[in-house]
């Protein structure tokens, strides 16, 4: 469990630092996140950021990337700040129904104010 302290500490850092965009900013602040929590880090744990997926056919084929995924706990796909997260469950489901075997317990859309977790029944 984090101590309130390194929480206090990760919020006050992220607005001096953070403005919320996806492209430059996803990783430092998964990390620190990461680090708030008392892990040494989002890579340290056994993750991997901008993962490679395969889209379907019916989507167009090609590849995707999902923002940061740790199997088996969790896959997190980011959106920059003020994004409606409402509009990209399918997007985040789609990534997480891709990663067999292993796939994630848990999938959070963030967009570096809010998170929201998606209810999957596995």
Same mark, same amino acid.
């Given at each position: 469990?984090?101590?309130?302290?390194?929480?206090?500490?990760?919020?006050?850092?992220?607005?001096?630092?953070?403005?919320?965009? %996806?492209?430059?900013?996803?990783?430092?602040?998964? #990390?620190?996140?990461?680090? @708030? &929590?008392?892990?040494?880090?989002?890579?340290? /744990?056994?993750?991997?950021? %901008?993962?490679?997926?395969?889209?379907?056919?019916? #989507?167009?084929?090609?590849? @995707? &990337?999902?923002?940061?995924?740790?199997?088996? /706990?969790?896959?997190?796909?980011?959106?920059?700040?003020?994004?409606?997260?409402?509009?990209?469950?399918?997007? @985040? &489901?789609?990534?997480?129904?891709?990663?067999?075997?292993?796939?994630?317990?848990?999938?959070?859309?963030?967009?570096?104010?809010?998170?929201?977790?998606?209810?999957?029944?596995?």
């Amino acid at each position: 469990m984090p101590s309130p302290e390194k929480l206090t500490e990760f919020v006050a850092w992220c607005q001096l630092n953070i403005t919320g965009d %996806e492209k430059g900013q996803a990783q430092i602040f998964l #990390d620190r996140l990461f680090q @708030a &929590f008392g892990q040494a880090g989002s890579l340290d /744990v056994g993750g991997t950021a %901008e993962l490679r997926i395969r889209k379907a056919e019916a #989507d167009g084929g090609g590849t @995707a &990337f999902a923002d940061y995924i740790w199997k088996p /706990v969790v896959l997190v796909e980011m959106k920059k700040r003020g994004t409606d997260l409402q509009k990209h469950y399918r997007q @985040a &489901f789609d990534y997480w129904s891709r990663h067999v075997p292993n796939r994630p317990r848990y999938v959070v859309l963030c967009d570096f104010d809010e998170f929201r977790e998606l209810h999957i029944a596995d």
